[in-house]
């Protein structure tokens, strides 16, 4: 998918950064740091792996992760300063994501009304498909902790800090996604979580 500045914001140039653009707008001169073009290189594979494993679509991850990227960019002189900017773009991720997921509901719904059928954009191995599927019918936050947790492998700690929550928070949810991933995917997906959800105990990883 082409990166493009957002509708409504003219850009004077787009200057490509291993497959990110970042957009320069045209109501002023305006430079960024060598930093963010390292941050968004670094960043944006994960941003993207981060919003596929929440909505199932490479389209639309590709598109969230550019959205995390340019407000990352426009906010930059504060979000640079931050200890862990990666983090900021997460949560920007995770809030796009849930709103795309509310608004995918609405429109399969239109879509089956009119008996029409939709395919895959990610194909992945039939276990890890099964799986993934499960995550994005658990509520918002259970599936963003799941995936930060497991996807990731970020900690507790880390997992909090990018949700803006309490640790114990994290650990509830990671607790009933996993009951409810169980009970979602039979004795095959009980095998399957026992190997890739395990328990994460009361020890931060």
């Not at 389209?59 to 990666?86: C, F, H, M, N, T």
């Not at 009951?179 to 959800?197: E, I, N």
């Amino acid at each position: 998918m082409p990166w493009s500045a957002p509708s409504g914001k003219p850009a004077a140039a787009v200057r490509g950064v291993d497959g990110v653009r970042t957009a320069r707008e045209t109501d002023g001169p305006q430079t960024r740091p060598a930093e963010f073009e390292e941050f968004a290189r670094r960043e944006r594979a994960a941003l993207v792996a981060f919003a596929w494993s929440l909505t199932g679509s490479a389209g639309a991850a590709e598109e969230i992760a550019q959205e995390a990227l340019v407000a990352a960019w426009r906010s930059w002189d504060l979000v640079g300063g931050y200890d862990k900017p990666g983090a900021w773009a997460r949560r920007v991720v995770a809030n796009r994501a849930s709103n795309h997921r509310r608004s995918a509901g609405r429109e399969s719904r239109a879509v089956e009304r009119l008996g029409a059928t939709s395919s895959a954009d990610v194909v992945l191995p039939e276990a890890d498909d099964e799986l993934w599927a499960a995550v994005r019918r658990l509520p918002d936050r259970q599936a963003q902790v799941v995936s930060l947790y497991y996807l990731e492998d970020r900690s507790v700690a880390d997992t909090a800090a990018i949700l803006d929550c309490a640790e114990g928070t994290v650990k509830a949810h990671l607790h009933k996604a996993r009951l409810a991933l169980a009970k979602s995917l039979g004795l095959l997906g009980a095998a399957v979580v026992a190997d890739v959800v395990a328990d994460p105990g009361e020890e931060d990883r």
